[in-house]
Structures are given as structure tokens and as C-alpha cells.
């Protein structure tokens, strides 16, 4: 029997609460595009957080007439339409019986595959950016200083990620595969949370590979120097 996985309670206290006060945000609107568009795809995979942003939304609207004013998020119409009656009710199991359907396309959440046209994971041209390491863009600029970027991360089951830390938070939904850190593993729908204070490099699960929607605030901060040389090419 293998050891159990000890869990920091630090780690674990700090992603709870982060990814609390992220759900509030959602729920007031406050998120900027690439932190609502990762958030919907959180709230469509995780039963727990989808629960969470129901109750924060609820409780928001009982204070609407209590709070100022905030623009609307960009996505807001596409999300509300994307649910009229005019959809298929069953257009999920639809999807799901089809065989030719790959599980990598299934993975990907609705509000995802509106933002790249209807397109599937199986379907994406990736940039590899090392070996057993790939990416694409979804929204954002990758290449520059300031301002939330969301993008698609593939890497390689077995592979150890390398040691980075970050400008600002790293937001990091799981789609397929898992990865470990400090302990702690992340599986499809964990959202994981991270900021410019912490250091680490995550261990992806053997077997699959993994698939994350990430979102960061800037470049990662690199600690080893060839990391730091394919970041100037690669613009991660």
C-alpha cells in the first residue's frame, strides 16, 4: 500500500480561500475576459464550484441594489445566449454517442470551444515549446508584460514541469490528465491557484497527457538558465 499523500495546510488554505474570493469575483462580474472565460469553464467540469458561484450569484443579487455599478464581462451575452431554449436539449449526449468524437474533444468545456469557433482539443494545431511540451493561444498576447493572456498547455505524462514562479496569479484548470505539486494532486475540473510568492515544479501524472487552461498575469519567472533561454524564443 503506498504512502498517503500529505497535503501542506498551507497550500491547501491559500488555494481554498483563492479560489473562493475567484467564485465572488466571477459572481459580481469582476473578472477580466481571460479569468471569466477560465472561470465558466471551472464552474461547467466542477460540481463543487459550480455550486459555490450558483450560492455567490444568488446572494449577489439579493445585494444588487446595495453595491455600485461594474461593467458587464464581454462574455456575459455569449454565456446567456449559449443557454436560450433554442439549443438542443440533448445536444451533450448527442455529442457523447457520437464514435468518431474523440475523448480529447469531449473534454473541452462549452464555453472553451465557443472561444476557438467549435473547435475541439483533437483538433488544435499545438506549438510545441520543448520536447513533450506543447501550447496554443486562446486569448491574450503571451509575449507581453501586462494583462491577463489564457492559453492551452499540453505536456507529457511523466514528464516534471520546470521550477518556475510567477508575475502575478496563475490560474490552472485541469481538462485532462492530472499533475502533482507540494503534494497535492489536480485532476480534471481542480481549479489550482498560484501567485508571485510561490516557487514550484509540477510532476504530471504517467499514463495520459496532461491538458490545462491556464491563465497568467505575465511570463513565468524561470529558475534554472535554460528554462530562462526558451522563454525568450518560446514567450511562455
Known amino acids: 500500500m503506498s504512502a498517503p499523500i500529505r497535503i501542506s495546510q498551507d497550500l491547501l488554505f491559500r488555494t481554498i480561500n483563492d479560489r473562493d474570493d475567484a467564485i465572488t469575483d466571477y459572481a459580481a462580474g469582476n473578472l477580466s475576459p481571460a479569468r ?6 471551472a464552474v461547467e467540469l466542477n460540481p463543487d464550484l459550480a455550486e459555490s458561484a450558483m450560492f455567490q450569484t444568488e446572494l449577489a443579487a439579493c445585494l444588487i441594489n446595495e453595491i455600485r455599478p461594474v461593467p458587464l464581462s464581454p462574455l456575459l451575452i455569449g454565456e446567456t445566449l449559449a443557454k436560450l431554449s433554442y439549443r438542443e436539449a440533448d445536444e451533450v ?3 457523447a454517442a457520437n464514435d468518431h468524437v474523440s475523448r480529447q474533444t469531449r473534454v473541452a468545456p462549452r464555453p472553451l470551444r465557443d472561444l476557438m469557433g467549435g473547435t475541439g482539443l483533437r483538433d488544435i494545431q499545438w506549438k510545441s515549446l520543448i520536447p513533450g511540451m506543447a501550447i496554443h493561444d486562446v486569448l491574450g498576447n503571451r509575449r507581453t508584460e501586462e494583462g491577463d493572456r489564457l492559453y492551452l498547455l499540453k505536456a507529457k505524462g511523466g514528464m516534471r514541469m520546470p521550477e518556475h514562479s510567477h508575475n502575478g ?5 485541469i481538462l485532462n490528465g492530472a499533475y502533482t505539486v507540494e503534494g497535492r494532486t489536480f485532476r480534471r475540473g481542480d481549479l489550482h491557484i498560484e501567485d508571485e510568492t510561490k516557487t514550484h515544479s509540477p510532476t504530471i501524472e504517467e499514463g495520459e497527457d496532461c491538458i490545462c487552461l491556464v491563465m497568467t498575469e505575465g ?7 535554460l528554462p530562462k533561454l526558451i522563454q525568450k524564443v518560446v514567450g511562455i
Not at 496569479?169 to 484548470?173: H, I, N, P, V
Request: hydrophobic share 50%.
Open 169 to 173: 496569479e496563475e490560474w490552472t484548470l
Open 36 to 41: 471569466y472565460a477560465l472561470m465558466s469553464c
Open 219 to 225: 511570463p513565468l519567472v524561470m529558475k534554472s538558465w
Open 93 to 95: 449526449q448527442n455529442v
